[in-house]
């Protein structure tokens, strides 16, 4: 891929997505600087060939330090997790405006070329989000607002953010609307992790404990689309290189229930679970899908892989991981 601005930051490099497109970025020949805030061992991945470093970029003079000498930034450390989480966490999730407002100030004013927000599908209004047939959320279904609370809140003022620095000062920023993320090297378990990683565990802890049931947040009938990480981080540097600078989805259009998804990776495992639903459990709105008009329109491309090959992968990873934890009376870390 084309652009070389310079050496590249990586900030949230510890966590599922950033050490995902640190990797990307090396295997392209590119200087990195990867940083996060939790000590090297918590990282999901850690890459020898970049330059790691620990710091909490909710400080203003640890963004300054941390975007010296970079040519492009990427924003994707945030205090978030799955429903569960960000349900029950809303301060803590709003708490990340500290980084995305201190990191692009400092992006800005060290002379960084070109910045990155990864934003999400949460900035999106809930009484757009009410029936399971969601047709597909289009970027300009964002206002007039009423994100998820917290953590959407978060999300809408960084988009907005970027979007003032690049009309009042000319700061060159892309902002993707992520969709649900997942695959190997994420959060599988510990209360942040999302519907495909928490399906897949449980799933495999039935596999290997010979249980016959499985536990399922909500009715099963609340709809989704997931977006594999390979697409993620494909479509993060395809954005990054182009001149779009308006907010796009990057999410994928195949929409399931998670009754879907549950027979999807039962059907890998080989399994047949019981199940058991759990109503009072956080589930988020009703239907929420991916509008990908704009994306194909502007970049000529959208995400591609099969929900069910993702999870074939997703499932493998997380499936040796349990294993693994079961048989040393423990789960293991990332
Ligand atoms: P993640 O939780 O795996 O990674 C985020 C990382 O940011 C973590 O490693 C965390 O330690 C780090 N971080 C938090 N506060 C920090 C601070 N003050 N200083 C330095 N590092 C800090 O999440 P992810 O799934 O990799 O998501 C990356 C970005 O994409 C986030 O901004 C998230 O909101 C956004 N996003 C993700 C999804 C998804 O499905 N994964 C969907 C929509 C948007």
């Not at 975007?67 to 029950?88: C, K, R, T």
């Not at 000062?169 to 378990?189: A, D, I, K, L, S």
Request: proline share 4%; glycine share 12%; net charge negative.
């Amino acid at each position: 891929m084309s652009g070389d601005r310079g050496p590249v930051l990586v900030a949230g490099a510890g966590g599922f997505i950033g050490g995902h497109l640190v990797s990307r970025l090396l295997d392209e020949g590119r200087q990195v600087r990867a940083v996060d805030m939790k000590p090297f061992d918590g990282w999901y991945q850690v890459h020898e060939a970049a330059e790691n470093l620990v710091s909490d970029l909710s400080v203003a003079g640890n963004c300054e330090d941390a975007v010296g000498g970079m040519g492009d930034v990427y924003n994707l450390a945030s205090d978030m997790g799955g429903m569960g989480f960000i349900e029950n966490n809303k301060a803590l999730c709003m708490l990340s405006v500290l980084i995305n407002t201190h990191l692009l100030k400092a992006a800005h004013e060290r002379g960084c070329e070109r910045y990155f927000f990864a934003s999400s599908a949460c900035i999106y209004p809930d009484y757009r989000q009410r029936e399971t047939d969601n047709p597909g959320l289009k970027e300009s279904d964002a206002y007039p607002a009423m994100p998820e609370d917290g953590y959407g809140w978060e999300k809408l003022f960084g988009e907005r953010l970027c979007r003032h620095y690049l009309e009042d000062f000319g700061f060159e920023t892309r902002t993707y609307r992520y969709h649900n993320v997942y695959g190997p090297h994420g959060t599988w378990t510990g209360g942040r992790e999302k519907a495909p990683a928490a399906i897949c565990r449980k799933v495999a802890e039935a596999k290997i404990t010979g249980t016959r049931e499985i536990q399922i947040w909500g009715d099963g009938k609340q709809s989704r689309s997931f977006m594999y990480i390979d697409d993620c981080v494909e479509g993060t540097r395809r954005l990054m290189e182009s001149d779009v600078t308006e907010p796009l989805n990057l999410g994928s259009e195949e929409l399931v229930t998670i009754d879907d998804l549950v027979s999807i990776v039962e059907g890998i495992a080989g399994i047949d679970l019981e199940r058991i639903y759990d109503t009072s459990a956080p589930q988020g709105v009703r239907g929420r899908n991916s509008d990908n008009t704009l994306i194909r329109e502007r970049l000529g491309w959208a995400p591609e892989v099969s929900l069910r090959d993702g999870l074939e992968q997703t499932y493998r990873w997380v499936y040796e991981r349990v294993s693994a934890g079961a048989s040393a009376g423990a789960t293991v870390p990332d």
